[in-house]
């Protein structure tokens, strides 16, 4: 794995990140945070997409769309579980 290949996958972990918390909770959580749920959510989208024989489209803008809708999933089982008071929900 080149540099570039890891700027390009952080990048795009960031902006899928943050358009999913954007979209889920109106606010964002943080650069690493929304780093981190970007590159979960593209792991995921990279496994469910294929399964369910759909895709977004190829290029930058559908990795970024296919994270953004991976990382709305994993904060939407986030949020779950903090609604039901398995862990609480930090305020700043």
Do not use: D, H, K
């Not at 902006?15 to 780093?35: D, K, Q």
């Not at 294929?50 to 986030?78: E, H, Y």
């Amino acid at each position: 794995m080149t540099v570039e290949s890891v700027l390009i996958m952080l990048l795009i972990g960031a902006i899928a990140g943050w358009l999913a918390t954007l979209l889920m909770s109106g606010w964002g959580f943080g650069l690493v945070f929304n780093i981190i749920i970007g590159i979960l959510g593209g792991f995921v989208a990279t496994w469910l997409f294929p399964s369910l024989s759909g895709s977004l489209g190829g290029g930058i803008g559908g990795q970024i769309l296919s994270a953004t809708v991976g990382a709305i999933l994993i904060l939407a089982i986030v949020f779950l579980f903090q609604r039901l008071g398995a862990f609480p929900r930090r305020r700043y």
